[in-house]
C-alpha cells in the first residue's frame, strides 16, 4: 500500500521531468520486416566527404566497406582547389581510380582582391585539367562569404561569374549546398520540428539579418540556376523542399537544368511513402542517390525505404526525424536512375561498364 502511494505520488513528476532526448519508446508494432544491408543495384553515392590525402591502407578499407554497400563510386566532393586538390586527386586515383570521382571546390579566399574573378577562375581551369569531375560548392557560399565591410557576398555575385563560364566550357556538373533546413530560422519553440536538433546543436540557428533569409537564399540560387542554363545543378538535399514535393516539382518544371540529391534527408520520404513515390516516379530523371556523412551502418536506412515496402521502422538519428519511416517500393527502372543512371549522364568522366544496362 504504502509503495501504491509512493508511486502515485512521484511518477507524474518523473514524467515531467523527461526530456525528448530521453524518450525513446520501444515500438509494439509487429510487422513484417525487410531490413538490406546491400542496395539492390550498384550505385554512386554523389555526395560523399573523404580525406582525398587518406593513407592507402585507409583507402583499401573504405572500398572494402564500398563493396559491402554495393557502392560502386562514391563521389568526393571534398577535393579543396589548387595544390591540395591536384595532390588529392592524384591519392584517391592511384590504386582506386574507378571508384572515385573527385569534385573540386571554389578558391573564395581573399574576395575583395581585385583580380579575385580571374585568379579564382584561373585555378578552377587549372583542377579541371589535373582530372576534376565536377565542382561542389559548400553552404558557406553565398551564405558566409563576406566582402571586407561584412556585408554578405551572394552566389549571384558578377565576381563568381568568370568561375561559371568556366564551368560550362567543359560542362562539369555543379553540386550545391544551400542555405539549411528551413526551421533553423524559426523560433525555437515547442512548434519547431527540429527543437532536438536546434537545442543540441545552437550553433546551428540561423538569423536572417546575418544570414539572409531562408527565402532570400533559395531566390538567389534560383538565380543562378536560371542564369547557367548550360549547367546542370545538383541541389544538395533536396534543396530543403523534401517535406514539400509539390513546390519542389515545381522548380524541376520551371528549371530543366536542376536536379537534386537525396544526401541526410531520406527522413522527409520516409514519413510520405504514396506522395514521395509518385514524386519519385515523376521526375526520376532528376533525383541522385546521396548519403553525406560516412557512415556504413546508416545505408540501409535509403535502401530500405527506396526499395522495401516495410512499414513504420526507425531512422538512425533522432534529431533530425523523431518519426518512423515506410518504404517507397520503387520501380526497378526509377531505383536504377536514382542509384546511377542520372549521375552517369550528369559526369561522363565516371566509367559507366560496372553498372546494368
Ligand atoms: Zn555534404
Not at 564500398?66 to 586515383?93: E, T
Not at 537545442?199 to 534560383?222: C, F
Not at 549521375?343 to 565516371?350: A, K
Request: with cysteine.
Amino acid at each position: 500500500m504504502r509503495l501504491i502511494i509512493y508511486l502515485s505520488l512521484l511518477t507524474p513528476a518523473l514524467l515531467a521531468q523527461m526530456t525528448i532526448q530521453e524518450y525513446t519508446p520501444k515500438s509494439t508494432l509487429v510487422v513484417p520486416e525487410h531490413p538490406r544491408s546491400r542496395a539492390k543495384f550498384p550505385f554512386i553515392d554523389v555526395h560523399g566527404h573523404q580525406n582525398t590525402m587518406m593513407a592507402p591502407d585507409k583507402l583499401d578499407a573504405l572500398v572494402k566497406d564500398m563493396d559491402g554497400l554495393n557502392l560502386q563510386v562514391m563521389v568526393n566532393l571534398s577535393g579543396g582547389f589548387g595544390p591540395k586538390f591536384r595532390d588529392g586527386i592524384r591519392n584517391m586515383k592511384a590504386v582506386h581510380g574507378k571508384r572515385f570521382a573527385v569534385f573540386c571546390n571554389l578558391d573564395l579566399t581573399n574576395l575583395d582582391d581585385p583580380n579575385y574573378s580571374m585568379r579564382a577562375a584561373q585555378t578552377l581551369e587549372e583542377d579541371i585539367k589535373a582530372g576534376c569531375q565536377g565542382v561542389k560548392f559548400f553552404k558557406q557560399f553565398g551564405m558566409n562569404t563576406r566582402d571586407g565591410k561584412g556585408v554578405r557576398i551572394p552566389v549571384t555575385d558578377p565576381r563568381f561569374e568568370a568561375s561559371f563560364r568556366v564551368i560550362a566550357k567543359y560542362k562539369l556538373m555543379v553540386l550545391i549546398h544551400t542555405a539549411d533546413p528551413k526551421p533553423f530560422w524559426d523560433p525555437v519553440d515547442k512548434f519547431n520540428e527540429k527543437y532536438q536538433e536546434l537545442t543540441e546543436i545552437p550553433s546551428r540557428r540561423k538569423d536572417a539579418a546575418k544570414d539572409g533569409s531562408w527565402e532570400q537564399l533559395m531566390d538567389e540560387a534560383y538565380t543562378l540556376f536560371k542564369r547557367h542554363r548550360d549547367i546542370n545543378f545538383a541541389h544538395a538535399h533536396l534543396g530543403w523542399l523534401g517535406g514539400d514535393l509539390a513546390k519542389l516539382g515545381r522548380l524541376f518544371d520551371e528549371m530543366p537544368n536542376l536536379h537534386c540529391d537525396i544526401a541526410a534527408v531520406i527522413y522527409e520520404f520516409g514519413r510520405q511513402p504514396k506522395f514521395a513515390r509518385q514524386f519519385c516516379t515523376k521526375y526520376q530523371d532528376r533525383l541522385l542517390m546521396g548519403k553525406d556523412t560516412w557512415n556504413v551502418g546508416e545505408f540501409n536506412t535509403y535502401f530500405r525505404v527506396l526499395e522495401s515496402g516495410d512499414e513504420y521502422f526507425e531512422y538512425y538519428r533522432k534529431r533530425h526525424a523523431f518519426w518512423r519511416m515506410y518504404g517507397l517500393e520503387l520501380p526497378d527502372e526509377v531505383l536504377k536512375k536514382i542509384y546511377y543512371k542520372n549521375v552517369l549522364r550528369l559526369v561522363p568522366s565516371i566509367d559507366g561498364k560496372a553498372f546494368p544496362k
